[in-house]
């Protein structure tokens, strides 16, 4: 089972629209979770970190569910400039630093 | 602040040749690391580091070295250049181990030929 997994898309979105997307992750020991945003041949840019209660940034809701192992984010009244590949990433935990990246979810806003 | 600066940002070696990616940050950050991303895959951690003077291996170690002399350097080593090797390489930093996320610089873009 790959370590994180997530759907590469690409998801076609109309602007204004709300969209989903989830991950799943298969080290338990993982204690740190978070969503990158990637642009074309850039550098990955922290979005958000994502906490067990669940949290909100302005537009951008992220949930963890730790016994299924899965996290989600969720972007309404979606922009063009939102269009990008959305990276979900777990820290490696177990005692161990560094970052395990899924291969992104790449997001297209259509006007 | 500059934040994570990589240089250069872009490279062309020969097969066999060394080179040194550098990397520097000037955040205090104790936490340091390398990965590569390749097309259709994720990145992918190399080495990293918990403070100067401590390094350990990532998921894809071989080929390359490391070493933490200061807070604020963590260079990359490239033994002997393969072509497997053509990648982008991004350098991250962090305060806190993993708990509020990486900053990465703008990376490297190396080619073997």
């Known amino acids: 089972r790959k370590e994180v997994e997530q759907d590469p898309g690409p998801f076609n979105v109309p602007e204004g629209a709300t969209v989903a997307f989830n991950c799943t992750y298969s080290n338990s020991a993982s204690q740190s979770f978070f969503w990158y945003r990637q642009d074309c041949r850039k550098e990955p840019k922290l979005l958000m970190s994502?906490?067990?209660s669940g949290n909100e940034d302005g537009r951008f809701t992220a949930q963890l569910n730790r016994a299924s192992q899965y996290i989600s984010l969720l972007i309404r009244d979606s922009k063009l400039s939102d269009s990008a590949t959305y990276l979900c990433v777990v820290n490696r935990g177990g005692g161990a630093d560094g970052l395990t990246f899924g291969k992104g979810t790449h997001l297209i806003i259509q006007p | 602040n500059a934040g994570v600066t990589q240089t250069p940002k872009f490279q062309v070696l020969k097969t066999g040749q060394s080179m040194t990616l550098q990397c520097a940050q000037d955040?205090?950050?104790?936490?340091m690391s390398w990965y590569r991303q390749d097309p259709g895959m994720g990145l992918r951690l190399i080495h990293y580091?918990?403070?100067?003077?401590?390094?350990d291996q990532g998921e894809v170690p071989n080929g390359y070295n490391v070493s933490r002399s200061t807070t604020e350097d963590f260079p990359l080593r490239l033994l002997s250049a393969a072509p497997s090797q053509t990648s982008v390489y991004f350098c991250?930093?962090?305060?806190?181990?993993?708990?509020?996320?990486?900053?990465f610089g703008s990376g490297t873009r190396l080619t073997v030929v």
């Open positions: 580091s918990v403070g100067a003077g401590i390094t």
């Open positions: 994502v906490y067990s």
């Open positions: 955040m205090n950050h104790e936490y």
């Open positions: 991250a930093s962090s305060l806190v181990q993993g708990a509020r996320g990486y900053t």
